[in-house]
């Protein structure tokens, strides 16, 4: 199946440092990406989608300054926590997804996953 | 975006089949069902998707009944390994993927 890499695995920082986290579709162009955040025993929740090219779309409550996102090829996608502080900490997700047509094996409407990100802001 | 509701935890025992029913009684035409499993600490695995009647591939079938309002992951024979979060989606290849609450199944040895 097709592959979606998440770097780095996990990150500790300091209070009110910068942290970026990749995600690339290694086998796939990826039109559109999603990134997620999840807390402990919790579902994710959708932070943003991006598609190549264009900027990113932000949910509601989610502040477009702090959570910067740039997906700049079919094949690369990052988020940048600016500033970031304890609260931010939780598990970051990404997912990746293609047009219909380019890989006719994978199923209709599959989303790919990166592994995800666990963040400790100290 | 068609809203689906799960159970929020189940057990099980190892070797038995263990089915996991979503409500999605919203779901539009386009809509596809589709199943994600997730262990702790890494990103949803897909299991299995469909759009109607039965869906089996080598880990799980799907039911799906004809009105579509609804959505039964089977797993056979489950083991201590299949112990994780399930969750239903229903996706129309829109413009977003957005994660209900999940079913946490717990497998007892």
């Known amino acids: 199946g097709a592959v979606v890499s998440q770097h780095p695995s996990w990150v500790i920082c300091k209070s009110g440092t910068s942290v970026k986290i990749e995600c690339r579709s290694l086998?796939?162009?990826?039109?559109?990406m999603f990134w997620y955040r999840q807390f402990p025993k919790q579902s994710l929740m959708l932070m943003a989608t991006?598609?190549?090219?264009?900027?990113?779309?932000?949910e509601q409550g989610v502040e477009k300054d702090k959570f910067l996102i740039n997906h700049a090829s079919l094949t690369l996608s990052t988020l940048t926590v600016t500033s970031a502080h304890p609260e931010d900490s939780s598990f970051y997700i990404c997912?990746?997804?293609?047009?219909?047509?380019?890989?006719?094996?994978?199923?209709?409407?599959?989303?790919?996953f990166g592994q995800g990100t666990r963040l400790t802001v100290v | 975006l068609a809203k689906t509701t799960q159970p929020i935890s189940m057990d099980s025992y190892e070797g038995q089949e263990v089915n996991i029913t979503c409500s999605h009684n919203?779901?539009?035409?386009?809509?596809?069902i589709t199943w994600y499993q997730q262990f702790p600490s890494q990103g949803p695995r897909f299991i299995i998707q469909?759009?109607?009647t039965k869906v089996t591939n080598e880990v799980a079938s799907l039911f799906i009944p004809a009105d579509r309002k609804s959505s039964t992951l089977s797993l056979p024979r489950v083991s201590l390994s299949d112990t994780a979060v399930y969750y239903c989606?229903?996706?129309?290849?829109?413009?977003?993927?957005?994660f209900g609450k999940g079913t946490r199944l717990h497998i007892l040895p």
């Open positions: 997912s990746a997804r293609t047009d219909r047509g380019q890989k006719p094996q994978i199923k209709n409407t599959e989303a790919f």
């Open positions: 086998d796939f162009q990826a039109t559109t």
């Open positions: 991006s598609n190549e090219g264009s900027k990113a779309t932000y």
């Open positions: 919203n779901i539009a035409t386009n809509d596809y």
């Open positions: 469909g759009y109607k």
């Open positions: 989606l229903v996706d129309d290849w829109g413009d977003k993927i957005i």
